[in-house]
């Protein structure tokens, strides 16, 4: 973090003013009472499981659980993203001047995705999550009585939540309502604008309701703020719209509105980005961690789904959406269809809170365990990738990454030199002496050439397609020209993403014809094998046997055992992507097709993306409690 955030103090002219001392404080109150006789005792909370029902219909094949936020529990339909950490919610379809359990604070969130983004401010109120006709009351001081069934919803007191500042940025979400962050708590940051609000005297000092629109606009030289509605000598008259305790002196306000010719506000998301990143900063425990935190569910969540695309089965479902589309027309226009297409059980999902095993009426067969070796994103190590019975293609890194790990395993033979943080720091090194250690580690264990780098690929329910990197891309295709030439003509279409609003006649393609794709991934026994060796013996070559056994791990069907340089077996396992799946049919309308493998986007990291297709033929249980950084679990799903 750049800066540590100051306490907040409490505001006595705003009664929705946080009291706590930071956001990631936020408390449940969840009082579980047993009526014995004239007796009431408290229980201890239990951790549970929730089987949440989800659809593909509102992100354009993204799956949204429904969430209930604020007092009034209103319903709002969250994309489900393990590639993104913060809980943000759109202010048209969340009413928060309505919600008497809202709390302000002075912290401001920002992301801005592969495509759009948004900003805006942190408040603090209730968020439930159910399973299916299950409801729930708030009364009571907003505190959740107990039910004799095991399947009450999860109700968080005091969550941390971004509010979206324009109605412009909630095209981010398509017909969704937010996000739902399920990544870890590194990817959450907030930006405390406690201090600039005192600097510049402008009260009270909070982002909510939110500033930086049409109140205050901001110095592009040196970020003084402008505020639109001047004051003047001793008047003490309000700021106009949602500034309305703000005060300036006269002086002070002369200075701010006539220093500056070019000002931008929070509409502007790459400038204000600038600006934010001049404050303090702080993490938001994410909504997960926090319920894993609070002992209300188990430190992992399953995942099913059948499709990357939303199914449409007749005309009359069909997708109007386009990127250039009135996002708030459609979400009032078409909540209907919504629902029809909702009703397909291709359309359908689960998102298990807190399990997966118990479920096994979601999967059959053994679990082959794939490794995150990075608790940011799910991060894994994509070792190569395969077309039908084409040579496996190695998925190689870039040659910055491949100097870099040479670079570190050098500095690795010498820990004691000074240069060591400064030259992990110098040039076009992003990394930290402490990641470079740990390549420098597995260099020093033997790993292969397909095996070497921290981290290139991500696991993303976000993404409703594949991102390859442009080398892998490129390798792809031609694999599939030596299958059929034809394929690659087919495919052409799909490398503008424009393509996907509109598809191809699917009478062109005849999926039996097509390959299956195997990605191979780096399993859990390397995993093991790294943290639990020490980097003395990995120098020395010390033979290391796999931890879970070989017979165990040539047992699983899609897994296979490599040999290290130094002796040690390392786990590869095999997922495989079959054609109805990285095609999707009868999508973006009936009787058209898409193709879900895209290549690298210009400016993108050299990192494969590994959405919904991937996921799409199996049962995925991203256990965060498995080692140091956790794991995801693969089983053929029913």
């Not at 956001?23 to 007796?39: L, R």
Request: aromatic letters at 8%.
């Amino acid at each position: 973090m750049s800066a540590s955030s100051s306490t907040e103090t409490v505001d006595s002219t705003n009664p929705k003013a946080d009291t706590s001392n930071s956001i990631a404080n936020a408390e449940i109150e969840q009082d579980a009472k047993i009526d014995q006789g004239t007796q009431t005792k408290q229980e201890p909370v239990q951790p549970r499981t929730l089987k949440v029902p989800i659809t593909n219909v509102y992100a354009m094949g993204g799956y949204c659980a429904q969430l209930r936020i604020g007092a009034n529990k209103e319903p709002v339909n969250l994309i489900l993203d393990t590639g993104s950490s913060t809980l943000v919610v759109s202010s048209s379809d969340y009413v928060e001047e309505d919600d008497s359990a809202l709390i302000a604070t002075s912290f401001a969130q920002e992301v801005l995705y592969g495509a759009g983004g948004w900003d805006g401010p942190v408040i603090h109120t209730l968020v439930g999550i159910r399973e299916d006709a299950i409801d729930y009351d708030l009364s009571n001081g907003y505190q959740l009585e107990s039910l004799t069934s095991s399947n009450q919803p999860i109700v968080l007191d005091k969550c941390p939540i971004a509010i979206v500042s324009s109605i412009a940025q909630e095209g981010t979400f398509l017909d969704a309502d937010g996000i739902l962050g399920l990544a870890y708590h590194q990817l959450n940051k907030s930006y405390d604008l406690k201090g600039y609000f005192e600097q510049y005297n402008i009260t009270p000092a909070l982002t909510y309701p939110w500033p930086f629109d049409d109140e205050i606009s901001i110095c592009e030289t040196d970020y003084q703020p402008n505020v639109q509605t001047a004051l003047s000598g001793s008047d003490e008259t309000a700021l106009s719209g949602t500034c309305k305790e703000s005060a300036l002196s006269t002086s002070n306000n002369e200075t701010l509105s006539g220093s500056c010719k070019e000002h931008f506000t929070s509409q502007d998301l790459r400038k204000f980005k600038k600006f934010l990143k001049q404050q303090p900063t702080q993490d938001v425990v994410p909504y997960f961690t926090n319920l894993t935190q609070h002992g209300l569910t188990a430190n992992k969540f399953a995942f099913y789904s059948r499709r990357s695309s939303i199914h449409v089965a007749s005309s009359a479902f069909e997708d109007k959406t386009s990127a250039n589309s009135d996002n708030q027309k459609d979400k009032t226009g078409h909540k209907n269809k919504f629902k029809q297409l909702a009703q397909d059980p291709l359309n359908q999902g689960w998102l298990i809170l807190g399990g997966g095993e118990e479920h096994t009426e979601l999967y059959e067969g053994e679990f082959q365990t794939i490794s995150v070796v990075e608790d940011k994103y799910y991060n894994v190590n994509l070792i190569s990738i395969q077309v039908g019975d084409q040579p496996e293609i190695d998925s190689q890194l870039t040659d910055q990454l491949e100097q870099e790990q040479e670079n570190s395993l050098e500095r690795s033979l010498n820990e004691d030199s000074p240069e060591l943080a400064e030259g992990a720091d110098s040039g076009n090194n992003e990394h930290s002496p402490g990641r470079n250690k740990e390549l420098a580690l597995l260099a020093a264990i033997g790993l292969s050439k397909e095996t070497r780098g921290r981290s290139n690929a991500i696991v993303d329910t976000g993404v409703s397609g594949i991102v390859f990197t442009k080398y892998l891309y490129k390798a792809m295709i031609e694999s599939f020209t030596a299958i059929n030439p034809k394929f690659a003509e087919l495919i052409a279409p799909f490398k503008e993403i424009a393509h996907q609003y509109q598809g191809i006649d699917q009478s062109q393609i005849t999926l039996s014809e097509w390959p299956t794709l195997t990605l191979s991934f780096l399993g859990e026994a390397h995993h093991t094998d790294v943290t639990a060796s020490s980097k003395e013996s990995a120098l020395s070559g010390t033979s290391k046997e796999s931890a879970s056994g070989g017979s165990d791990e040539t047992a699983l069907s899609g897994s296979s055992l490599e040999k290290s340089a130094c002796g040690g077996s390392l786990l590869k396992v095999h997922i495989t992507i079959k054609p109805e799946h990285y095609w999707q049919i009868n999508t973006p309308s009936e009787g058209k097709a898409c193709f879900k493998i895209l290549s690298q986007l210009p400016g993108w990291p050299n990192q494969s993306l590994l959405g919904l297709p991937l996921m799409n033929d199996y049962y995925l249980i991203f256990d965060r409690s498995a080692h140091e950084t956790g794991v995801i679990r693969f089983a053929k799903r029913k």
